[in-house]
């Protein structure tokens, strides 16, 4: 095999800059998560599957407005870069939605509360489904 004559120099100039890393933009449902987090509960709930748009259709209860109330205050009670307090519910059945993105919820497992740092792949999923049960 006959390699170009300038195969030798190419190799060696890129060993000379360290790679750039770069991070993949995260997309639910291809909207990515800055427009998803200005996006209303009506506009989410069309993106989301049909049992948890069914959830939102029949209404946002009590419960879960006072955990995600819960979590807004724990997010702004933290300094820059640091994870905000956990709260602890046992709302196994709470959709995870834009805004709760970066918070810890720890949730119930019958036994104890299991922090769950919740990140951009959680949304649309239950609190539960990050929770092992016994």
């Given at each position: 095999i006959?390699l170009?004559?300038?195969?030798?120099?190419?190799?060696m100039?890129?060993?000379?800059?360290?790679?750039?890393?770069t991070?993949?933009?995260?997309?639910?449902?291809?909207?990515?998560?800055d427009?998803?987090?200005?996006?209303?509960?009506?506009?989410?709930?069309?993106?989301?599957?049909?049992?948890?748009?069914?959830?939102?259709?029949?209404?946002?209860?009590?419960?879960?407005?006072?955990?995600?109330?819960?979590?807004?205050?724990a997010?702004?009670?933290?300094?820059?870069?640091?994870?905000?307090?956990?709260?602890k519910?046992?709302l196994r059945?709470?959709?995870?939605?834009?805004?709760?993105?970066g918070?810890?919820?720890g949730?119930?497992n019958?036994?104890?509360?299991?922090?769950?740092e919740?990140k951009?792949?959680?949304?649309?999923?239950?609190t539960?489904?990050?929770?092992?049960t016994?």
């Amino acid at each position: 095999i006959a390699l170009p004559p300038n195969f030798a120099l190419a190799a060696m100039a890129e060993d000379d800059q360290p790679k750039k890393r770069t991070f993949r933009k995260y997309s639910y449902r291809g909207i990515d998560l800055d427009k998803l987090l200005d996006m209303s509960n009506q506009d989410l709930m069309e993106l989301f599957k049909a049992r948890q748009r069914r959830k939102f259709s029949r209404g946002i209860k009590r419960k879960p407005i006072t955990v995600l109330k819960k979590l807004r205050k724990a997010k702004r009670e933290t300094a820059y870069g640091e994870k905000p307090e956990a709260v602890k519910t046992h709302l196994r059945n709470m959709v995870i939605v834009p805004e709760m993105i970066g918070s810890v919820v720890g949730v119930y497992n019958g036994k104890q509360y299991i922090n769950v740092e919740i990140k951009p792949e959680m949304i649309g999923h239950y609190t539960g489904e990050f929770s092992i049960t016994y």
